[in-house]
């Protein structure tokens, strides 16, 4: 199966490492100058399942959350906004 991504936004990268045997963890990172630092700032996009082959929210870098749908996820992050039905209809 092809894995079905974003493109990426401008200014910044995607980057993956191995977080175990059949997960890979998927990075993005900041390309902009900042005064503070000359590394890149870099956070977890999400986690891919290469054995059930599905995408997971980061609940922190260290750590997988639940399977989301692709389609409800952004460039920047793959976790889910958790949106009351008053919020959701502006959005």
């Known amino acids: 199966m092809k894995i079905q991504f974003h493109k990426c936004p401008e200014g910044y990268e995607y980057w993956t490492d191995d977080f175990s045997k059949t997960v890979k963890r998927i990075w993005i990172r900041n390309l902009g100058h900042f005064t503070y630092t000359d590394e ?3 956070s977890v996009w999400g986690f891919w399942d ?3 082959e599905v995408f997971l929210a980061p609940i922190n870098s260290k750590k997988p959350g639940k399977v989301v749908d692709f389609r409800n996820t952004t460039p920047y992050s793959a976790m889910q906004l958790n949106l009351n039905p008053l919020m959701s209809a502006f959005s």
């Open 50 to 52: 290469t054995k059930k």
């Open 40 to 42: 890149k700032p870099s």
